[in-house]
């Protein structure tokens, strides 16, 4: 893919332009990849939960799932565990059926606009597929972490207090303070060693 330079600031130009270019590298990889099962698109600042690739093992003809729950963590002493509505607001949160997607074998290329909303965007798809009866089902365990304050996250603020209050509308009932080993243990069940 050419390399195409972002807009300065944190428009609604940046946003498009960012979405579009993730859009069309996501679609060049699930070109190159010619998967056969699910698809899930997971950002560099983000963990996935080692429970996911089971679930779709065990769920081959499922349409796919959300992250409802998940992590947010920074630097810092605390993790927060988000309950509620983490796909609205993390980009490696779903996995959705490679025909779904979009996918079909012998495929040589995406059309743009459709990868910009596919694979670009973590609100779109789910719109998408709704549209056409289909529903992705809650992940029966917090399916991301979240790092934030790297300095290099295309998100404008980085603090994970303030990441957790934005994503969830400011509904402090639906964050739970935790300390990093506490979370680490649950995000990480069933690994032999931690990721964190």
Known sequence: ????????????????????????????????????????????DDLVSPRISQLVADNPEAPGWRAESGFVFDTGRIVYAIEQAMHTANGSTLVIRSDLAGWQPGMTEFDPNWAENMFGSHHKPKEILAKQGIELAPMPFRGVAYRVGTGLNVSEQHEAVYRARKMTDGRWQLLRAMRPRI?????TQGLDRPIW
Request: hydrophobic share 45%.
């Open 183 to 187: 979370a680490m243990r649950e995000f």
């Open 1 to 44: 893919m050419p390399y195409s330079e972002l807009s300065e600031g944190q428009g609604k130009r940046r946003w498009i332009e960012i979405r579009r270019d993730k859009g069309a590298r996501v679609a060049a990889g699930v070109l190159a990849a010619a998967p056969g099962g699910h698809i899930m698109v997971a950002d560099w």
